[in-house]
């Protein structure tokens, strides 16, 4: 069975850091897309960041675009967002998500739609303090 497990979520204050870690189990993932996205209280869940894990390619959100980096270690079945320079705003459950496909197609941005994804985490809070 597929998994897709977070960790590394937490409370901090404004400009602090924190890195969160999505382990797979269950497949050895090549050539898709991972993806993060976050859900806050009264808002619809929308997409972070997303790398291809194919050929490493990445996609921030303009939001996080400079202070969230995406990366992934084969070796562990792992993907992590490491997070710079947060604000109260980025207060929000972080998933974890897989995809069978492509990250995008020419400017076709298949990442940022929820509906590309099949596997999800269960979710890890972040939460950010002024």
């Known amino acids: 069975q597929v998994q897709l497990v977070e960790s590394g979520g937490g409370s901090v204050q404004a400009g602090g850091s924190l890195r969160l870690s999505c382990a797979a189990s269950g497949y050895t993932y090549s050539s898709n897309c991972m993806g993060w996205f976050r859900q806050a209280p009264g808002k619809e869940r929308e997409g972070v960041a997303a790398i291809y894990t194919g050929g490493g390619s990445t996609y921030y959100a303009d939001s996080v675009k400079g202070r969230f980096t995406i990366s992934q270690d084969n070796a562990k079945n792992t993907v992590y967002l490491q997070m710079n320079s947060l604000e109260p705003e980025d207060t929000a459950m972080y998933y974890c998500?897989?995809?069978?496909?492509?990250?995008?197609?020419?400017?076709?941005?298949?990442?940022?739609?929820?509906?590309?994804?099949?596997?999800w985490g269960q979710g890890t809070q972040v939460t950010v303090s002024s």
């Open positions: 998500a897989a995809s069978r496909g492509l990250c995008n197609f020419g400017r076709v941005l298949y990442w940022l739609r929820a509906d590309h994804y099949n596997v």
